[in-house]
Every structure is written in C-alpha cells, then in structure tokens.
C-alpha cells in the first residue's frame, strides 16, 4: 500500500505484466504505467514485471525492466509521469528477501551499474542514487534486521563466503561483523530478527 493505494503487478492480456493501481473499486483499478511497451515479433507483450515494492521517503520504489536496462531500479509518486527509472543501476533487494532495505529515509541494494556489484542507496533522485560500498554482494536468505540506525544482513566475499555483515549506510560502516564459519566456508545466516537490543539468527 501507499497512500492509500494498492499497486501491483498484473497481465491484462494487453500490456503484459506491468504495474497496476486500485483504490479498491472497479473504477478506480487500471494500469499505471506500461513501462515495457510494445509486442514481440509473435505479438507477444513485452512485460517489465515490476516487483519488490517498498516505501521509503514518501515514494513507491520497485524494480522493473526495459529493453534499455533489465531489472532496474524506478521509483513513482503514483502518477504515471512521476514514475520514472533512477539512473541505470542494476537493482536487487540484498538476501533476496521481498523488498528494499529501508534507513533514514533511503533505500539500500545490491546494484551494478558497470564496473561490478555493490551497495547501492537511493533518496528516490538519480542523483540521490549512489554507491556506498564496491564488492558486496547479497547472499541468499530471507531476511534483514535494523537496529540502533544499522542494518544486519548476509554478504558474501570470495574469502569467507555468507557471512554476518552491518551497515550504517556509509563505506566504512559497512563491513563483516563476524566469519561464523572459520572452518568450511559460509555460515549462511537466516531467519533475521531483534527485540530491540539484539539480533538473531
């Protein structure tokens, strides 16, 4: 939801899998944006599958595709003219989990705009979008914990492989908390949760 306004992701047989809108009433349902627009040489619509919906900062962010740039990232207003790409950064939520890491009023992601993986933020402006950290690289889970204005996550690096790491949002706040694993590689940590003081995994 965002004010007050589900949007999803939807196939009307016309425009292929693109982003959708509803207050709730039939009237009130439609498409937002066609991002992908046309057809395949078999009439098949193109589809830009919008997906990962998260609110951060007063805007929608989700990612989507387009022939000029698979999985980016886009954020909307939810007006079709306010809903635009951010720049051309490849964007996954880090650990795979179903949305973008929320902090202090920006996003964070795993992204890769050229020159390799990294963490990625955004205020929702292309120039808001920046990387914080090169070479990290979310690792399979199912989840994240924030806590004291940090967020706890799995990163894998080629030496100790999915590991515990924290991010404050900045370079040097972002870094490996503990190799778990010393002895075969990747402890793998899951299931993040805190009550306010500590986090599990």
């Given at each position: 939801?965002?004010?007050?306004?589900?949007?999803?992701?939807?196939?009307?047989?016309?425009?292929?899998?693109?982003?959708?809108?509803?207050?709730?009433?039939?009237?009130g349902?439609?498409?937002?944006?066609?991002?992908?627009?046309?057809?395949?040489?078999?009439?098949?619509?193109?589809?830009?599958?919008?997906?990962?919906?998260?609110?951060?900062?007063?805007?929608?962010?989700?990612?989507?595709?387009?022939?000029?740039?698979?999985?980016?990232?886009?954020?909307?207003?939810?007006?079709?003219a306010?809903?635009?790409?951010?720049?051309?950064?490849?964007?996954?939520?880090?650990?795979?989990v179903?949305?973008?890491?929320?902090?202090?009023?920006?996003?964070?992601?795993?992204?890769?705009?050229?020159?390799?993986?990294?963490?990625?933020?955004?205020?929702g402006?292309?120039?808001?979008?920046?990387?914080?950290?090169?070479?990290?690289?979310?690792?399979?889970?199912?989840?994240?914990?924030?806590?004291?204005s940090?967020?706890?996550?799995?990163?894998?690096?080629?030496?100790?492989g999915?590991?515990?790491?924290?991010?404050?949002?900045?370079?040097?706040?972002?870094?490996?908390?503990?190799d778990?694993?010393?002895?075969?590689?990747?402890?793998?940590?899951?299931?993040?949760?805190?009550?306010?003081?500590?986090?599990?995994?």
């Amino acid at each position: 939801m965002y004010n007050n306004q589900l949007y999803f992701t939807y196939d009307d047989g016309i425009y292929g899998l693109e982003l959708w809108t509803s207050d709730g009433t039939t009237a009130g349902t439609h498409l937002l944006k066609d991002i992908w627009t046309g057809t395949t040489g078999g009439g098949i619509p193109y589809s830009s599958l919008p997906r990962y919906f998260t609110v951060c900062n007063g805007l929608l962010f989700f990612q989507a595709s387009t022939p000029v740039r698979a999985q980016g990232l886009w954020v909307s207003d939810g007006t079709e003219a306010g809903t635009q790409m951010l720049g051309n950064q490849y964007s996954d939520p880090f650990a795979s989990v179903s949305s973008f890491i929320v902090l202090n009023d920006k996003i964070y992601f795993e992204g890769n705009a050229g020159s390799g993986y990294g963490m990625w933020s955004s205020d929702g402006t292309t120039a808001g979008t920046q990387l914080v950290k090169s070479g990290i690289i979310g690792s399979p889970s199912t989840s994240y914990a924030i806590m004291n204005s940090k967020f706890y996550f799995q990163s894998d690096t080629n030496t100790t492989g999915g590991e515990l790491w924290v991010s404050d949002g900045t370079d040097t706040g972002t870094l490996m908390v503990k190799d778990v694993n010393t002895v075969s590689f990747s402890s793998d940590p899951q299931n993040f949760f805190t009550d306010g003081q500590k986090v599990y995994f």
